[in-house]
Nanobody, 121 residues
Framework: QVQVVESGGGLVQPGGSLRLSCAAS????????MAWYRQGPGKQRELVAT???????NYADSVKGRFTISRDNAKYTVYLQMNSLKPEDTAVYYC???????????????WGQGTQVTVSS
């Protein structure tokens, strides 16, 4: 059994910063890819950033240079540092973890519950 809990969303003014966290707990053997997605009002869910187990990262063009994804393997946690926020970054942000439990031999994708980020003056 695995739990994935997000935190760190909120209301921020344009140009401000927020840091999202996503922590997994439970019967975890290993975590491979960790990622952040977002879904804005009336939009489809989109991939924001990914980080591999080796630390390789990728970003959507819309957030490059402003957002930074990182991970703490010892804590089974992934972070998203968001700087220079814009109103168009307003969305519900979800983390997605590709992980193996001690009971399986394959990766399964586990999602966080979502956290609201609102950028507005």
């Amino acid at each position: 059994q695995v739990q994935v809990v997000e935190s760190g969303g909120g209301l921020v003014q344009p140009g401000g910063s927020l840091r999202l966290s996503c922590a997994a707990s439970g019967n975890i053997f290993s975590i491979n890819r960790m990622a952040w997605y977002r879904q804005g009002p009336g939009k489809q869910r989109e991939l924001v950033a990914t980080i591999t187990s080796g630390g390789g990262t990728n970003y959507a063009d819309s957030v490059k240079g402003r957002f930074t994804i990182s991970r703490d393997n010892a804590k089974y946690t992934v972070y998203l540092q968001m700087n220079s926020l814009k109103p168009e970054d307003t969305a519900v942000y979800y983390c997605a973890l590709d992980l193996r439990t001690h009971a399986t031999s394959y990766n399964g994708r586990y999602w966080g519950q979502g956290t609201q980020v609102t950028v507005s003056s």
